[in-house]
């Protein structure tokens, strides 16, 4: 079974552009959360969807947002992109909206350099 | 001006050696806790995971411990490999007894020595 895909997996923008990243989870899986992760440090949350409902949201202006389709998959949309938004971008699956085992199946990442 | 990112502590270990990775987690609420794996240019990687109502939870090579007084947890990797060689990350759950989002930790650097 194909794992969480990503994509793109890189991209460079500039200041001030707008970008989308897209994301499939696991088949099955009906949870989807987008991590942000700057070098050197650990991946911080940004949003979790569940049944294409908004669960969570993490401390990020409103420049972020993100929405998930009927088949599970989601989009990440940023905004008016900053420099300090350079970040690899992660999407994770689970199969409920909070489980018990509470495990999450992360992706590869999307890598986005902003210039 | 340029930001520099932040250095993650290291640990280096002989092959064969045991690592111990150490975290220091924020919330005494927290009730779910799990490591992750990451390897240079992927996404982390579950390793085991442990609850509040207990103290030790051993899996495959690896052994996690929880000191809920002292908000600390440890990885104890057995007999370390070359494969072994990542950023170790803690993370917590929140709110407690949902999981819906975790709250990572700084991460740690294994480099396991031929």
């Known amino acids: 079974d194909a794992g969480v895909t990503q994509s793109p997996t890189h991209l460079i923008k500039t200041r001030g552009q707008q970008v989308t990243l897209r994301c499939s989870p696991i088949?099955?899986?009906?949870?989807v959360s987008w991590y942000q992760q700057v070098l050197g440090q650990g991946p911080q949350f940004i949003f979790q969807?569940?049944?294409?409902?908004?669960?969570g949201r993490g401390n990020f202006p409103d420049r972020f947002s993100a929405r998930q389709f009927p088949n599970y998959s989601s989009e990440l949309n940023v905004n008016a992109l900053l420099l300090g938004d350079s970040a690899l971008y992660l999407c994770a699956s689970r199969r409920t909206e909070s489980a018990n085992t509470g495990e999450l199946f992360f992706g590869e990442g999307s890598r986005l350099t902003v210039l | 001006g340029e930001s520099v990112g932040l250095h993650l502590p290291t640990l280096s270990v002989q092959e064969g050696d045991n690592s111990i990775i150490n975290c220091a987690y924020s919330n005494s609420a927290s009730d779910y806790f799990i490591w992750y794996k990451q390897e240079s240019g992927k996404g982390p990687q579950f390793i085991i995971d442990?609850?509040?109502?207990?103290d030790k939870r051993q899996g495959q090579r690896v052994t996690v411990l929880l000191n809920k007084t002292v908000k600390h947890l440890s990885l104890q990797i057995a007999a370390t490999q070359p494969g072994d060689s990542a950023v170790y990350f803690c993370?917590?759950?929140?709110?407690?007894?949902?999981?819906?989002?975790?709250?990572f930790g700084s991460g740690t650097q294994l480099t396991v020595l031929p």
């Open positions: 969807y569940y049944e294409k409902e908004e669960r």
């Open positions: 993370a917590e759950a929140f709110p407690p007894g949902s999981a819906r989002q975790l709250t």
């Open positions: 088949s099955g899986h009906k949870s």
């Open positions: 442990i609850r509040s109502n207990m």
